[in-house]
C-alpha cells in the first residue's frame, strides 16, 4: 500500500489545519508561505499515513516540529539548512515506496522521526492526545485528498 506524508499546521490557539504538500515544499524551497506568522516559531505535525484506495489504514509516527519563520514567511534559512537533509532522506524513502507495482513495502512505524532530531535538536515537540485525536478526525475528513 502507498505511503505518503501529511503536515498539519498549528494556529496560535493550537488548532490543526491541513497545510498542503505544495505549501509544504515551498516552505522547504525557501517561498514565503507563512507571511502572517513572520518572526514567530510555528508548529507542525508530520504524519505518514498508509492508504488503501485513497484511504488512509495506517498512521505512522507523528512528528511535531516547531519552525521558525523570519520577516518575509520563509523558514528561517538556517533552519532549513540544518533540517534539508533529513527531509531529503525521508523523501528518497518515500520514492521507494510501492505506488503502483514497483518498490518495496516499508512498514508506515518506520521511525524517520530519528534523522530529524539528530538534524537539529530543539525543534521536535510532541503532541498532545487531544491533538493526536484531532490528527485522526482530520486524516479521516480528508480521506481522498493528497
Known amino acids: 500500500m502507498p505511503i505518503s506524508l501529511r503536515v ?3 494556529d496560535e490557539s493550537g488548532r490543526l489545519s491541513g497545510f ?9 524551497d525557501g517561498k514565503p508561505e507563512l507571511p502572517a506568522r513572520a518572526g514567530q516559531a510555528v508548529r507542525f ?3 505518514p499515513i498508509e492508504t488503501r484506495n485513497g484511504r488512509p489504514v495506517a ?6 516540529l516547531a519552525l521558525s519563520v523570519d ?9 532549513r539548512r540544518a533540517l534539508r ?10 520514492r521507494l515506496l510501492p505506488g503502483g507495482r514497483r518498490g518495496r513495502n516499508v512498514p508506515v512505524r518506520h521511525d524517520w522521526a530519528g ?3 539528530d538534524a537539529s535538536p530543539g525543534t521536535h515537540w510532541t503532541p498532545t492526545a487531544a491533538q493526536m485525536t484531532e ?10 485528498d493528497e
Open 85 to 94: 537533509p533529513a527531509g531529503k532522506r525521508l523523501g528518497a524513502s518515500f
Open 20 to 28: 498542503t504538500r505544495a505549501r509544504w515544499k515551498r516552505l522547504w
Open 45 to 47: 505535525l508530520e504524519v
Open 59 to 64: 498512521m505512522g509516527e507523528v512528528r511535531g
Open 135 to 144: 490528527v485522526k478526525g482530520l486524516l479521516t475528513d480528508r480521506s481522498g
Open 71 to 79: 520577516r518575509t514567511g520563509c523558514l528561517e534559512a538556517e533552519q
Open 8 to 10: 498539519f499546521i498549528l
Open 115 to 117: 534523522r530529524h532530531r
